[in-house]
Nanobody, 126 residues
Framework: QVQLVESGGGLVQAGGSLRLSCVAS????????MGWFRQAPGKEREFVAG????????YYGDSVKGRFTISRDNAKNTVYLQMNSLKPEDTAVYYC???????????????????WGQGTQVTVSS
């Protein structure tokens, strides 16, 4: 059974930092790209960042460019999201995602992913 489990969320003041982790189990994800999405109350799920299988290619949503960094450790089947200079508008539930099929690139759309974690809440106070 494939599982993606996020952790690292919490409450932080504006300007602060958090590091999210997503541990994958049930299969090896070293050959697939991984992604982070977020969803705030009343809003659609938004692409945050994606990374290809090797970690050599990354892609970010416009709202987080220059502040967030995605990385991965294939030996640990884990993907990370380092979030710096957090803003109140970053408040959301953050989800980790992975596709079924391997591929060389970064997937930047919701429908490109098949597996989803349960999410971790990030709250940024002003």
């Amino acid at each position: 059974q494939v599982q993606l489990v996020e952790s690292g969320g919490g409450l932080v003041q504006a300007g602060g930092s958090l590091r999210l982790s997503c541990v994958a189990s049930g299969r090896t994800f070293s050959s697939v790209g991984m992604g982070w999405f977020r969803q705030a109350p009343g809003k659609e799920r938004e692409f945050v960042a994606g990374i290809n299988w090797s970690g050599g290619l990354t892609y970010y949503g416009d709202s987080v460019k220059g502040r967030f960094t995605i990385s991965r450790d294939n030996a640990k089947n884990t993907v990370y999201l380092q979030m710096n200079s957090l803003k109140p508008e970053d408040t959301a539930v953050y989800y980790c995602a992975a596709p079924i099929k391997p591929g060389p690139g970064v997937i930047g759309t919701y429908d490109g992913y098949d597996y989803w974690g349960q999410g971790t809440q990030v709250t940024v106070s002003s």
